[in-house]
């Protein structure tokens, strides 16, 4: 059983420019929620998105948008890029309304702004 | 949410228990106490959860004080591939995962 896919797995950008991100959820799992982890810190959450709607959204700039696909698979979008954007973005995949403990995570896209 | 509490860092020998505490004096009566650990280069991972009651899994023992203001993760034999980062989180049963900087956990040799 596949879990949860990330790719590209490293990316390297230039100021200023556009970003996509793309993540596969777990079979099963209809819901998917972004985070993005800069060194150090822990995992900061920016969205989920379930019925291709985006449901819930942290504390992050309209910069930061996403998509999820009839297949549940969705793509994080980062514009403008600034270096301080330069950090692991996670997916996880869940059930929609899932307690802590149903979440699956990526191994994550390592993202350097340069 | 609660907001937790957990020291930066610890050490372990390995082969011996791992003992994580978490503060979480704010609780409320409904809040859940997740654990997730995050090995280096890869995405968090659930280890165990518990409300009240003492819990134990294939992976690790939860123990949460009576009052439920703390609660300890114990590793019982911890081995070198336990070195991670452990997040202690409390949340009601539904919506997302909030993170602190957690506890980095260094086995040792």
């Known amino acids: 059983d596949a879990g949860v896919t990330q790719s590209p797995t490293h990316l390297i950008k230039t100021r200023g420019q556009q970003v996509t991100l793309r993540c596969s959820p777990k079979s099963g799992h209809d819901t998917v929620s972004w985070y993005q982890q800069a060194l150090g810190q822990g995992p900061q959450f920016i969205f989920q998105y379930y019925e291709e709607e985006e449901r819930q959204r942290g504390n992050f700039p309209d910069r930061f948008s996403g998509h999820q696909f009839p297949n549940y698979s969705s793509e994080l979008n980062v514009n403008a890029l600034l270096l301080g954007d330069s950090a692991l973005y996670l997916c996880?995949?869940?059930?929609?309304?899932?307690?802590?403990?149903?979440?699956?995570f990526g191994s994550g896209t390592r993202l350097t702004v340069v | 949410d609660a907001k937790t509490t957990q020291p930066p860092s610890m050490d372990c020998a390995e082969g011996r228990a791992a003992n994580l505490p978490c503060n979480h004096s704010t609780i409320s009566g409904n809040e859940y106490v997740y654990w997730y650990r995050q090995i280096h280069s890869q995405g968090p991972q659930y280890i165990i959860h518990?409300?009240?009651n003492n819990e134990t899994n294939e992976m690790a023992s939860l123990i949460i004080t009576e009052d439920r203001k703390s609660s300890t993760l114990i590793l019982p034999h911890a081995t070198l591939r336990d070195t991670a980062v452990y997040y202690c989180?409390?949340?009601?049963?539904?919506?997302?995962?909030?993170f602190g900087k957690g506890t980095k956990l260094s086995v040792k040799p």
């Open positions: 996880a995949s869940s059930l929609p309304f899932a307690s802590g403990s149903g979440y699956t």
């Open positions: 989180i409390v949340k009601t049963g539904q919506g997302n995962l909030i």
């Open positions: 518990g409300l009240k």
